[in-house]
């Protein structure tokens, strides 16, 4: 599985939209991104996943590079409930998930 | 709520004892997930069971841990003798396969050695 690097830490204004960038220079063509939350004393959370192509949900925007090598997570509307550590995961379809230490997110008022 | 659950979500034992976790995953989900989360790491991946068979295990995963899942249901996780450099919070997850790979996670069980 690819190896992901992500900023250790990012604040951002209530309100404001917030980016989480992810490296993933090495993911080959099969691989999908995900990302994954995990709020304090909380299990992760899936949000979002992709594989060429942008994709939305009800919580968030992911943006993948023409080249795949990175992509940015975008919560739109960030709220003090989005305060959280956010993982960038580069995997399979299927099978087991390979964490890294992700961004902590801190959302200010 | 029919989530992933997991029992006990806290277990505080001696080192030496045997400890022995349980995870009901979302009752349709026919793949279930073990990880180990130490402070401040992300999850790491112990073993994963489709249905009741084992397909993968951590080369993380000392001949201590053990896990079953034998009607393909619900799980367990036994650590033998424990130490105290097991002490973490034990994650299990399930999902569907077949789709794609969204994991539902339980709450953790944390594990204290004393």
């Known amino acids: 599985d690819a190896k992901t690097t992500q900023p250790t830490s990012m604040d951002c204004a209530e309100g404001r939209a917030a980016n989480l960038p992810c490296n993933h220079s090495t993911i080959s063509g099969n691989e999908y991104v995900y990302w994954y939350r995990q709020i304090h004393s909380q299990g992760p959370q899936y949000i979002i996943h992709?594989?060429?192509n942008n994709e939305t949900n009800e919580m968030a925007s992911l943006i993948i590079t023409e080249d795949r090598k990175s992509s940015t997570l975008i919560l739109p509307h960030a709220t003090l409930r989005d305060t959280a550590v956010y993982y960038c995961?580069?995997?399979?379809?299927?099978?087991?998930?390979?964490f890294g230490q992700g961004t902590t997110l801190q959302v200010k008022p | 709520d029919t989530g992933v659950s997991q029992d006990p979500r806290h277990k505080i034992t001696k080192r030496g004892q045997n400890v022995t976790f349980r995870c009901d995953p979302i009752?349709?989900?026919?793949?279930l997930y073990w990880y180990r989360q130490t402070l401040g790491q992300g999850p790491e991946f112990l073993t994963y069971f489709q249905n009741e068979a084992q397909l993968e295990k951590s080369r993380l995963l000392s001949d201590r841990f053990s896990a079953e899942r034998p009607k393909g249901s619900f799980s367990t996780l036994e650590i033998q003798r424990t130490e105290q450099g097991d002490s973490a919070m034990y994650l299990c997850?399930?999902?569907?396969?077949?789709?794609?790979?969204?994991?539902?996670f339980g709450p953790g069980t944390r594990l204290t050695v004393l």
């Open positions: 992709g594989l060429k």
């Open positions: 009752s349709e989900h026919n793949r």
């Open positions: 997850a399930s999902s569907l396969f077949g789709a794609f790979n969204e994991q539902f």
């Open positions: 995961i580069v995997g399979s379809n299927t099978g087991k998930l390979i």
